[in-house]
């Protein structure tokens, strides 16, 4: 049983690459350029931060695979963690597990954590058994409201906090691990 799980999680991956990769591939040159200059703005002494930090977090609003709505204008007063992800990607399974240890500790302290599928290639059976294998237990949902150019979202385990004011505090592009993301909300 155990074997079926990790060849259907296989093939899953397999699919989710090649859509995701065969929609890119053709545009990579310009839209690389674009989205660099999008996503950062430079200072005079040549460091980079991401233009959305600082600033109010877009609004939006999901269906979650398990059909509740989730709005973000409707969760002032609560810190919310945003993880841009894919439901055939294998390395967000270990940042999901965290997001899940993560929401299970600071629940009470007005935490809440979405993951958002924003490729191309995802549909919910991917996500369904990202879930399900992965044994994450956050809320997630596929970007029906354009999240991916809100958020600028371009690479996967992309990771937002936004804290009770709604203003975006953190932002990373890469595997967060449990401690990290303990410490951003502790700071906060």
Known sequence: MQDKKFLILG???????AFFFGSKISSVST???ETSAALVDTSPNGSSTSTLI???APDFSLTTLDGQPFKLSDKKGKTIILFGMAGWCGTCIPEGRALTQI?????DKGVEVIGVAFTKGDN???LKEFRELGTID???ALDTDNLASKYQLVRLETTY??????????KDEQF???EDYKKELDKI
């Open 103 to 107: 929401r299970k500790e600071y629940a």
């Open 11 to 17: 093939v899953i991956l397999l699919v989710g690459l």
């Open 124 to 126: 919910e059976v991917f």
């Open 176 to 178: 967060t691990p449990y």
């Open 54 to 56: 600082g600033k109010q």
């Open 31 to 33: 839209s690389k350029q």
């Open 138 to 140: 956050i809320p997630l």
């Open 161 to 170: 906090i936004i804290n009770k004011q709604g203003i975006i505090t953190y």
